[in-house]
């Protein structure tokens, strides 16, 4: 596997790639339970039970979380639970043989992590957790059109936070110049793009006048671009007004205090943690 897939696999993989490359099969998920026996003159109806572990999840309770503890994937999906006052608790993959047990369980669909505990289901593939959570809490838009706007919207944060994550792993002889073509994506495409919405309409959130999952990616995006590039927001004032604004949120501002949920940047040491979980070289 290549290291990039550890901090930012295709298509919502997350620190795994596909089960094909980490060269280990993936357990297979119990079948699908045959139809029941009705008695005579009972009505007729047929159900399927939940793949894997489903049938066994709890409706109630706060969301767990299963990764590592670290930003990676996982760290939009901290930011949207938090954003929408969710409380969730989390479940570190501290070894292999914690990955090991998950897979060898039947409860990742695709041997993949991230996996959230969520409203009786066990939800694989960021894409598929985020779109949940947002659907859920009101944070998606209120109509089709505004739902295209807010994916085209955070398709476009996705390509330079996957610039933005994947920066630590890279060779210390490679970080200069990956650093300036970060700066140079971030400067002249992707934040001009951003403070362009904004004051196309002159309202104080992307879409529809009210918060969605786009304001707040973006937010954290733009934590994540200052913690590399301090200022970096100092030419586009209707985007310091966002974070501004969406920082002062009440749940926002407490995610944002220190001693809560929200994960450090990734150095060295939490880099080797991961490498060693996911058995990569």
């Not at 996982?74 to 292999?96: C, D, N, Q, S």
């Not at 969520?118 to 779109?131: C, F, K, S, W, Y």
């Not at 918060?211 to 586009?236: C, K, M, Q, W």
């Not at 009440?250 to 450090?264: A, E, M, T």
Request: with cysteine.
């Amino acid at each position: 596997m290549e290291l990039w897939s550890l901090l930012w696999g295709g298509g919502g993989c997350s620190l795994l790639g596909p089960p094909s490359s980490a060269g280990r099969s993936v357990p297979a998920f119990k079948q699908l339970a045959q139809p029941r026996s009705w008695p005579a003159g009972a009505e007729q109806r047929r159900s399927q039970d939940f793949l894997g572990n489903q049938e066994t999840a709890i409706m109630a309770g706060k969301p767990t979380l299963h990764y590592f503890d670290g930003r990676g994937r996982m760290e939009a999906i901290r930011w949207l639970l938090a954003a929408a006052g969710v409380e969730f608790e989390e479940k570190y993959i501290a070894t292999p043989e914690d990955l090991d047990k998950l897979r060898n369980d039947g409860r990742l669909m695709f041997g993949q992590v991230p996996m959230v505990e969520i409203d009786g289901m066990e939800l694989v593939q960021t894409r598929a957790i985020l779109n949940y959570i947002a659907s859920k809490h009101n944070l998606y838009g209120k109509d089709l059109k505004e739902r295209a706007l807010i994916d085209m919207y955070i398709e476009g944060m996705a390509d330079l936070n996957e610039m933005i994550i994947i920066f630590p792993i890279h060779p210390p002889g490679e970080k200069e110049a990956k650093l300036a073509l970060i700066k140079e994506k971030t400067t002249n495409r992707y934040f001009p793009a951003f403070e362009k919405v904004l004051k196309s309409h002159g309202q104080d959130y992307l879409v529809g006048n009210r918060l969605s999952r786009a304001d707040i990616h973006l937010v954290e995006l733009i934590y994540n671009a200052e913690e590399l590039l301090p200022g970096v927001t100092a030419s586009f004032p209707l985007l310091k007004a966002l974070k501004t604004r969406i920082s002062n949120l009440p749940n926002v501002k407490k995610f944002l205090q220190p001693g809560s949920q929200r994960k450090p940047p990734m150095n060295p040491k939490s880099l080797e943690q991961a490498k060693k979980i996911f058995r990569l070289p």
